[in-house]
RNA sequence: UGGGGCGUAGCCAAGCGGUAAGGCAUCGGCCUUUGGAGCCGACAUGCGCAGGUUCGAAUCCUGCCGCCCCAGCCA
């Protein structure tokens, strides 16, 4: 953990492992695992899950396995695991050789099934999907029997067998587990192990043609593997049960489940199929779009894997249901660039200023501080002349009190350079600013004592004719609503997608920025933090996603109004 | 009306019978060649509500109220 990272604090899941520790439950061991189903990419709310099983590991100098749940070949794919491994990695964790899949343990299941049905505990069920629905019951009344359910054994054996050989058509058996069709825990009433699927597995390819359900696959799956603690998520406290049930029949194993609150965050959705969605209708512009929470999108945006792991340590784990603000995220990437982003100037909106009284055809280097927050960054070179460019905000022709850029008669500081004052505001027909006419004091160059005088302002700048094109994406919340969900009567999550999320913008940059590497992180001085885009950015003509703005108390003055 | 969970500040979250940590946000002030950063200070007589036990309760007991999850051959 580096030093800009909150110490981690306790939670429950620690408490209870360090119970297991004291009662020596599982031998001092502490074995984790992160589970993904390799149905889509990974968002922030995986990443809570990742640093909480990688770090719980980490922290009890024990292991924490990858392993891919991929029990349903229709949603599957190797573009989703090798989107996971990569994510992962570049949150900075590590799972050595242990990469699993479900799918390695679908011979074990089997065997496991066999032995379930030799003992009386499971049963070839013939009834169609609608009719085991029927069959359930409701929340509140018990369900009824299965015509199917008193089979015998050898029966059973045999019509598994025919399942597996692929006699037998899609949904027309299944292998059901012989629980309590009364139980008011619906996932005890006789719940399906296996279902027929002729599909190809991206792994086992066409060797199988029936595959386990989740439920039957995922607690023998951490049995398997040694798991001492299988952390999961809220919706499945009331399949533990079923997962106890299995295991014990089995006499093998026994993980210990705990299930913590999975993460939401304001402005935006975490589903999956939501996700998903966004992708196929094109609402954005791919599983890394820049406004996805996604771990891809994030980092595309410019967030850093210590800011994810920083902001996943604040928020903490527990099991209250719970939405967090995008703020904190935000803090998060703020600190951790604040310490290493180099600071450039760019200028997202310019306006053209002309020193009147500085030397026509003149250039000087400026030398500006990398990074004031770290020494070690040094320094660079800034050139500086005759024509600039400034934030067509830094000037207001008639400025309000607390207003402290530049305006007619005034003076500002620019960074690293002089002292000027606006003198001339030259408009064209229509009464738009074209250009300031300004002068310069050239005793006020950075260094100099006069520099030391007290003006009201500091501006950040581009020389015109050394600045570079740059294209700079803005970036806002891809929803207008804290809540996206909070829809009103016939409309959907979707009509609350902010239409203003993305607006793209022609910059002016300092020199030193033509050639930025995509990924590098820069500080815009006084606008925000940027970083080069992964997908469109090209040598010469850089492309700049903003990841986040300063904190701008300027901008919080001027709405108060 | 069944079962499983959860209620501590605007948002997270510690606390585990001895008198409400911390972070984010917000609001003041200091400082500043980034209106950034940093620094200082404010911010729950109160822990969903009502009773009870106790010298003492956010913590224990009882009863309410509210919210979330479960009726896929998804995970």
């Keep these: 953990m580096s030093s800009n990272e909150t110490p981690t604090q306790t939670n429950f899941v620690k408490q209870i492992i360090n119970e297991h520790n004291s009662s020596g439950r ?61 994510d992962i990695r570049w949150l900075g964790f590590d799972w050595d050789e242990r990469e699993y899949y479900a799918s390695d343990y679908f011979e074990t299941l089997y065997e496991y099934a066999v032995k379930l049905i030799r003992d009386g505990k499971a049963y070839v069920c013939e009834l169609t999907g609608e009719q085991i629905r029927e069959y359930r019951g409701t929340l509140t009344e018990a369900g009824r029997e299965s015509p199917y359910r008193k089979r015998g054994v050898d029966e059973n054996l045999a019509l598994f067998d025919r399942m597996r050989r692929g006699e037998f058509p899609d949904g027309s058996h299944t292998l059901r587990a012989k629980i309590d069709m009364a139980s008011p825990n619906l996932n005890m009433r006789d719940p399906v192990m296996y279902r027929i699927l002729h599909a190809h597995h991206h792994r086992t390819g066409d060797a199988w043609c029936m595959y386990p359900m989740y439920d039957w696959a995922h607690g023998q799956s951490d049995s398997i593997e040694g798991i001492t603690h299988s952390i999961c998520t809220l ?30 965050i304001t402005y935006t959705v975490m589903s999956k199929r939501k996700l998903l969605q966004l992708v196929r209708d094109g609402i954005v512009d791919g599983w890394d779009d820049p406004r996805m929470p996604t771990i891809s999108g994030l980092r595309r945006r410019g967030f850093t894997p210590a800011s994810i792991r920083d902001f996943a340590d604040r928020v903490g784990v527990a099991k209250k249901n719970s939405t967090v603000e995008v703020a904190l995220l935000e803090h998060c990437v703020r600190e951790d660039l604040n310490a290493h982003a180099l600071r450039v100037m760019g200028v997202l909106d310019p306006l053209k200023v002309v020193l009147t009284n500085y030397p026509e055809g003149q250039v000087e280097e400026m030398e500006a501080v990398n990074n004031p927050e770290d020494e070690a960054a040094g320094t660079r070179t800034v050139p500086f002349s005759r024509e600039l460019y400034i934030e067509r905000d830094d000037f207001m022709e008639d400025p309000p009190r607390k207003f402290f850029r530049l305006a007619p008669g005034r003076e500002v500081r620019l960074r690293y350079g002089y002292i000027i004052k606006c003198e001339d505001v030259v408009k064209d027909d229509a009464g738009n600013i074209t250009e300031l006419h300004c002068t310069y004091d050239p005793l006020t160059r950075s260094g100099m004592p006069d520099a030391n005088r007290r003006v009201k302002g500091t501006l950040h700048w581009v020389s015109a004719q050394h600045a570079v094109d740059a294209e700079v994406r803005l970036y806002e919340q891809l929803f207008a609503l804290e809540n996206p969900d909070d829809v009103e009567e016939g409309k959907t999550w979707l009509d609350n997608i902010n239409p203003d999320s993305l607006a793209v913008v022609q910059a002016k940059v300092e020199p030193s920025l033509a050639d930025a590497a995509p990924g590098t992180h820069f500080q815009f001085e006084r606008k925000g933090y940027f970083t080069v885009d992964s997908k469109y950015s090209a040598p010469g003509a850089p492309v700049f996603n903003r990841t986040v703005t300063l904190r701008d108390t300027w901008a919080r003055i001027s709405k108060q109004k």
């Design 235 to 264: 919706e499945f406290e009331d399949h533990r049960p079923l997962y106890d049930w299995y295991i014990d029949q089995l006499g093998i194993h026994h993980p210990q489940q705990i299930e913590f609150a999975r993460l939401n």
């Design 26 to 86: 599982f031998d001092q061991r502490v074995h984790t695992r992160f589970p993904p189903e390799p149905n889509g990419y990974l968002h922030i709310g995986h990443a809570k899950s990742i640093c909480l099983n990688f770090g719980i590991a980490q922290e009890y100098g024990g292991l924490c396995n990858l392993r891919f749940d991929d029990t349903n070949p229709t949603k599957e794919d190797v573009e989703y695991v090798d989107s996971i491994k990569e």
